[in-house]
């Protein structure tokens, strides 16, 4: 059973950076991805990667965080640099085996994690 697991949350000022980690194992798994949600928002996309490491972002995150894969350690990762106030939100790891291509399609994913704080205050 796949279920992913974040960690790495946590609290920054503007224009710093936190690395977000998440742990799925599964040979089944292609493509996993970052979401988020802000308070009283719906949940949106962030960045995709294959299981090939094509990654695809949302404009809004695009030359600030870097997703990767390391496929040894059944691990996922979201670098993200100079954040932002309106970055602050629950971040949610997922993954699917029914995917080829990088996506931000939610309904493509299976399998959610519980969910990471990221709050970054002005």
């Known amino acids: 059973q796949v279920q992913p697991r974040e960690s790495g949350g946590g609290s920054v000022q503007a224009g710093g950076s936190l690395r977000l980690s998440c742990a799925a194992s599964?040979?089944?798994?292609?493509?996993m991805g970052w979401f988020r949600q802000a308070p009283g928002k719906e949940r949106e996309g962030g960045a995709g990667?294959?299981?090939?490491?094509?990654?695809r972002y949302a404009d809004s995150v695009k030359g600030r965080f870097t997703i990767s894969r390391d496929y040894a350690k059944n691990a996922l990762y979201l670098q993200m640099n100079n954040l932002k106030p309106e970055d602050t939100a629950t971040y949610y790891c997922?993954?699917?085996?029914?995917?080829?291509?990088?996506?931000?399609?939610?309904?493509?994913?299976?399998?959610w994690g519980q969910g990471t704080q990221v709050t970054v205050s002005s």
């Open positions: 997922a993954a699917t085996s029914q995917c080829i291509i990088p996506t931000l399609y939610q309904p493509a994913f299976t399998h």
């Open positions: 599964s040979a089944s798994i292609t493509c």
């Open positions: 990667i294959s299981r090939g490491g094509t990654p």
